[in-house]
């Protein structure tokens, strides 16, 4: 049992009597900007302004017991409305951060970036031509967008129709958070501005918590206005226990002259706590000794509804999930495949359990996100991913893991089997380079492979599997390659090791391959079609993030002439007009790409747009043409049809820059590179070649050159050999 935290498994086996619990009055920390009322109309908490000094809009802002209420007044005569839901920050809109427990940024620097906890939300609301929409941004817990929506009114001012009123009342419910439990929450808004004509739109942030993402600590801080007399409000937190001296808490807030008795139970043992009276809104604290995994935790008082809530054991939990994964592993009869899956998916856990001993002190935030995902893991491990059937009828995808040659890591990719499968058959390969997101290594598994089949937490994903999944027409690929590394450097090695490991692991026909990506991986597609040709029979690439800060090598695009190229973009994607750009270039080169662009589509990766793609891809064979250039920069991926260039030096193949920086086109003269032409007739072939200085030649079928018998090999003018056809080196 590798890094067991053994405390905590013995905590089910104390005594039952119940622990004594101490109540902690809580004192605010931290200025306030203001008060939040407590009304439902709300009251004016500031203004924001342009650098200039120019009022653009109030902001307003109260609570009640069902709801926080704000109110946003735009001075803008000349609103310009998003295309739809998706692509709502790119137009006139507002942008709504909420740090509501007002922690802050807990134990973590006060200048630490992303959400700090469940209770961190940020949001966008914007007028669309047929009404008011809103979308999440960063939340780390599902949310309930129709709920949220139902809260959200846009309309002109009618005192002056140059302001444009954006109303939204939040529902408590909604967000998983009862107002006023804390003494304060956190709020900035950014207001996004897009005149007529304009190609984007300027940001003008409240306050500082929104500017480059989402800082929770510096948000504005607002204190809760006193409530009516007899409000109460309970919220469990840090459920997560790393050893039996941690303690869980209970917040509560309560208005109330008398004294109240509260009952709190802990796995069905009961205690009454006493929470003083007294003017005001009053906050208590109760710290819970840990308790085993999946205790019930229940906090209530007379008259209201009972606040639950289950301890999260950190220990317990990764045993338990090693423990199932063993034991479906070793049932009698078990298919081979399968155990290799849950081997794999041990394997990851082991490794992720030894970083989450380095992530608790360094960054909590991931070392408590892996427990979460450990947790959903054994959920759905003790449901349909631990029945073998799941994967075989294609509810489920495989994982399957592997020790990198390179540098001995665990890395691993989804894996999703045909239709109707015999492993003795080959079949298509469909290999699926994903977009960038939640880089936790344990996410998509945990989505894949949790009680319920979740969607993939990555930007523009909107549905629960991705079409080639559903379609199951062949093998399904889809590699970690360590999250959002844009398929360059380690990245690009994760991906030939995958394509290596798959390739041992079943028999895949080797002229119906296929490569292709949505976003980060449209990108990486571009850049490995250009890098490895031969191996694929057509290339997709949706919805492309920009230049990826890479320049277009015209050299290497040359590598793709005469193969079948798919592109597909929203017109309402920031990264369009980069996107046809590269089209454009690969077209000046005399390549041929098939480039659509969607009407009114955002960046997104629809089901529509997948399943276009997939059909499109699956009418493509690859065939070795009698003649074919091909040009490389490095030694790792210098192949083509048998034919390997060797280099004594390489040049990177990303540069520095953004997602969307200004597409660059890079001439043959400015990086060292080397280049073959190859012709074959008949029994011979014909090489010429500049900065190659050595040959290695594969006659095998059927990646190289797919040649048997006597052979002749002409390098640069001279016979360079005539024999049998035989691996050659070639100096």
């Known amino acids: 049992m590798p890094f067991l935290l053994p405390s905590l498994l013995v905590v089910a086996a104390q005594a039952a009597d119940p622990p004594a619990l101490a109540v902690q009055s809580v004192v605010p920390e931290g200025a306030a900007v203001a008060v939040l009322p407590w009304t439902n109309t709300p009251a004016a908490l500031g203004d924001v302004r342009t650098p200039a000094g120019q009022r653009l809009a109030t902001v307003a802002g109260s609570w009640s017991a069902t709801h926080l209420h704000l109110q946003i007044v735009v001075e803008d005569a000349d609103h310009v409305p998003a295309a739809n839901r998706n692509v709502l920050w ?18 973590m620097p006060a200048t ?69 439990v804390r003494p304060a929450l956190g709020l900035d808004v950014q207001i996004n501005d897009r005149d007529a004509g304009a190609t984007d739109k300027t940001a003008y942030p409240w306050g500082t918590g929104l500017r480059g993402g989402f800082t929770a600590a510096q948000l504005n801080r607002f204190a809760f206005g006193a409530p009516d007399a007899g409000y109460a409000a309970a919220q469990w937190s840090d459920l997560l226990a790393w ?89 009698p009869g078990a298919h081979p495949f399968f155990v290799r899956h849950l081997v794999s998916m041990q394997a990851l856990v082991v490794a992720e359990w030894a970083r989450v001993q380095l992530l608790r002190g360094s960054d909590p935030r991931k070392a408590v996100a892996s427990v979460g995902y450990m947790r959903d893991l054994l959920a759905g491990f003790n449901g349909e991913a631990g029945e073998w059937a799941a994967y075989l009828d294609g509810r489920r995808s495989l994982l399957m893991s592997y020790v990198s040659p390179h540098d001995q890591t665990v890395q691993y990719y989804d894996f999703g089997v045909p239709k109707d499968w015999d492993p003795t058959k080959a079949y298509p390969l469909f290999f699926e380079l994903h977009g960038a997101g939640d880089d936790h290594p344990l996410n998509g598994p945990a989505s894949r492979l949790g009680l319920t089949a979740q ?39 994760d991906v030939l090791e995958t394509y290596e490991h798959v390739h041992n692991l079943v028999s895949i026909d080797a002229d119906r391959r296929y490569l292709y990506g949505f976003s980060m991986g449209s990108m990486g597609t571009l850049t490995l079609s250009q890098l490895t040709p031969s191996r694929w029979a057509a290339f997709g690439a949706m919805s492309g993030a920009g230049s990826q800060g890479a320049p277009v090598r015209t050299y290497l695009l040359d590598n793709l002439t005469g193969l079948p190229f798919k592109m597909m973009i929203g017109g309402e994607d920031g990264g369009a007009k980069n996107f046809v750009a590269m089209a454009e270039a690969m077209r000046a080169r005399g390549l041929n790409p098939e480039l659509t662009v969607i009407d009114k589509l955002g960046h997104n990766y629809t089901a529509e747009m997948q399943q276009e793609m997939i059909t499109w891809l699956k009418t493509k064979t690859r065939q070795r043409p009698a ?24 040049v990177p193949l990303r540069g520095g820059g953004g997602p969307r920086r200004d597409l660059r086109v890079v001439d043959e003269t400015a990086q060292p590179f080397a280049r073959a032409t190859v012709a074959i007739a008949g029994q011979t072939v014909t090489i010429d070649s500049v900065g190659a200085r050595r040959l290695a030649l594969d006659f095998s079928k059927p990646d190289g050159l797919g040649l048997e018998g006597e052979v002749r090999v002409v390098w640069n003018g001279k016979e360079a050999y005539a024999g049998t056809a035989k691996p050659l080196n070639l100096e």
Request: glycine fraction near 12%.
């Open 627 to 650: 003649r074919f250039a091909f040009t490389t920069v490095d030694n790792l991926t210098s192949e083509c049809w048998g034919v390997r260039l060797g280099i004594d030096y390489g």
């Open 112 to 180: 630490t970036t992303g959400l700090i906890g469940d209770d961190d939300l940020k949001l966008i609301i914007g007028q669309l031509t047929d009404g008011p929409a809103l979308a999440v941004l960063m939340s780390r817990t599902p949310r309930d967008d129709k709920a949220l929506l139902a809260g959200v009114r846009i309309a002109r001012d009618p005192a002056d129709a140059t302001r444009l009123v954006y109303r939204l009342d939040l529902p408590w419910a909604a967000v998983g958070v009862p107002g006023g």
């Open 90 to 107: 790119s137009a006139d809109s507002v942008e709504i951060g909420l740090d509501l427990l007002g922690d802050g940024s807990a134990t």
């Open 455 to 493: 969607a993939v937490k990555r930007n523009g994903y909107d549905t629960p599997r991705v079409y080639a999944e559903i379609d199951r027409s062949g093998y399904w690929v889809h590699p970690f390659c360590r999250g959002n590394l844009g398929y360059a450097g380690i990245a690009r090695i």
């Open 243 to 331: 050893s039996a001296t941690d303690r869980s808490v209970l917040s509560i807030a309560t208005r109330s002259d008398a004294e109240l008795t509260m009952r709190v139970s802990l796995g069905g043992s009961e205690t009454a706590v006493v929470l003083p009276g007294g003017a005001g809104l009053r906050h208590h604290r109760i710290a819970v000794p840990a308790q085993a995994d999946g205790t019930a935790l229940v906090a209530s008082l007379p008259g209201r509804e009972a606040v639950a809530a289950s301890q999260l054991a950190a220990g317990d939990v990764y045993q338990k999930l090693v423990d199932r994964l063993s034991g479906l592993a070793a049932e």
